[in-house]
């Protein structure tokens, strides 16, 4: 029988988590233990929800949270159930390690026992606490205790309407209290558990990071300042240091363009795009300011210059300020100016979990819907919509452009794809945002059955390097461990996995 389900979509788990507690309720009822399944369906869902998805693996903290968060904030039953609760966790986890469904990292038995004995009294609180409620059991509760089933629709209704009419008293204070367990519980912010990719080491990143155009560009200017220049009143590049830019920095940029057979003179250095970016971008970096009216390198940021990786991850940082820069100025605003970071976010996001490269048109859509959300705007008519998405994707181009000039994608006409230092500096800004990257230097502890899943999941390229790895690290039980794991798994896809390299 499968056990893990990280990442695994709400319909599979379901399914899986339904056939594992008829399992339960037989092995019970065999063995004369009085339970409820539906704990055992609602502690199952708290680990796939809120968890791993590792259903066989339990710690003390991994209980303790369930049955003192979890049980008490979610779980609707009436008080003349609560006692059989934790009764109930005590006969799965005897269940887990009865049917060898208990994972090799779980804790051991008689820890995980003298854990609920401990836990007994502190639950019985807790669940009498209403103040540890959510919104949805709140209500549940308040209608189980008028004598009303909340699974009864007309009287659900009339329980409403009674409430709404003033006829049902509410504790203000308490219902407050309820509806702040309500956001917290929600948590929104709270990622999805990442896939496995190769993240190149940074030696390798190194060597790719030097290689990129931004970077040699931010270095190249840096030593063009010298002890700086002088901006003009307005806080721009003089034109003539600007003309002088575009030929060291080789950013691109036409000046005194020829339109047919007309000359249409530069007159400001904001006229020159690609420079006016990169100098926003090398502010963003840390790596040059402003100090009365010159332009000057950031002294402290001598070592970051001298190291094309430290300067690629700040180049990479600050690249999520750069909307103003990236999407320039106009008569007409673009959605993705105002929330130019959570664009790039969500480009490089959709990127970073792809197994291959992504749709061009999919990344615009990604980058308009995140700013549109971002912003909480609708769109309107459809010919507004049409005018606002025509702007969005525009600069979504232009991002992605700066991006493949950074060495973070390549891309083509049609679809773009994270490059090796792309996945580096995305996993290491990760990191600094608090998410849990997964690497296969992590993965060599894991479990036949963690590993398989997450290799199932992966690349092609990240799953062999992963199951090698795994294999190497474990050469005297890798093979026992797949074997075993092939024979329990109802999964065809991790059975043939695991039989192919045992």
């Known amino acids: 029988m499968r056990m893990v389900y990280t990442s695994a979509p709400d319909q599979i788990f379901i399914a899986a988590r339904d056939r594992l507690v008829r399992r339960f309720d037989r092995w019970a009822r065999r063995h004369r233990r009085p339970v409820d399944a539906l704990v055992v369906e609602a502690l199952l869902d708290h680990r796939w929800a809120d968890g791993d998805g590792v259903l066989g693996r339990w710690q003390p903290e991994d209980l303790e949270e369930a049955l003192l968060d979890w049980f008490p904030r979610k779980v609707t039953l009436p008080p003349d159930q609560w006692a059989a609760i934790t009764p109930t966790v005590g006969a799965f986890v005897d269940f887990l390690f009865d049917q060898d469904l208990a994972d090799r990292l779980c804790a051991d038995r008689h820890l995980l026992h003298v854990a609920l004995d401990k836990l007994a009294a502190p639950f019985a609180d807790a669940m009498a606490d209403e103040s540890r409620y959510g919104i949805a059991k709140f209500w549940a509760m308040r209608m189980l205790n008028e004598g009303i089933d909340p699974t009864d629709q007309a009287a659900a ?153 430290a300067l690629s991850r700040r180049s990479f940082t600050g690249l999520f300020e750069l909307g103003e820069a990236v999407c320039g100025g106009g008569w007409v605003e673009s959605v993705l100016r105002w929330r130019f ?29 995140a700013a549109c959300d971002g912003l909480g705007l609708d769109p309107g008519s459809e010919e507004q919509e049409r005018g606002w998405r025509q702007l969005a994707d525009n600069d979504t181009d232009r991002l992605l452009d700066q991006l493949a000039m950074l060495g973070a994608i390549d891309k083509d006409a049609a679809a773009a794809v994270l490059t090796p230092l792309g996945v580096g500096l995305l996993a290491g800004h990760l990191r600094e945002l608090g998410v849990t990257v997964p690497t296969l230097d992590q993965m060599l502890e894991e479990t036949a059955e963690v590993v398989v899943v997450t290799a199932t999941g992966s690349p092609p390229e990240t799953a062999a390097a992963l199951m090698h790895s795994w294999c190497a690290h474990h050469p005297d039980t890798a093979s026992a461990e797949l074997r075993a794991l092939a024979e329990r798994t109802d999964d065809p896809e991790h059975r043939s996995l695991a039989l192919a390299y045992a």
């Open 341 to 369: 970071d959570e664009a790039m976010f969500a480009v490089t996001m959709a990127l970073y979990i792809a197994p291959e490269p992504v749709a061009i048109d999919e990344l615009r859509q990604l980058a308009y819907q």
């Open 157 to 309: 209704e009339r329980f409403i309407a009674d409430l709404h009419a003033g006829r049902i008293a509410v504790d203000e204070d308490l219902l407050n209290q309820v509806m702040a367990n309500h956001l917290l519980g929600a948590d929104p912010d709270r990622p999805p558990p990442l896939p496995l990719v190769a993240v190149p080491d940074d030696d390798t990143l190194r060597g790719l990071a030097a290689e990129s155009v931004v970077v040699r560009r931010l270095r190249e200017l840096a030593r063009w300042l010298g002890d700086g220049r002088a901006l003009t009143a307005t806080g721009r590049l003089r034109l003539a240091d600007a003309r002088e830019l575009v030929a060291v920095l080789e950013t691109g940029d036409v000046l005194d363009p020829m339109i047919g057979d007309r000359v249409f003179k530069t007159r400001s250095s904001d006229e020159l795009y690609e420079l006016t970016v990169l100098v926003a971008w090398a502010r963003a970096a840390r790596v040059v300011r402003v100090v009365k009216g010159r332009l000057v390198p950031v002294k402290s940021a001598a070592k970051v210059l001298a190291d094309p990786l």
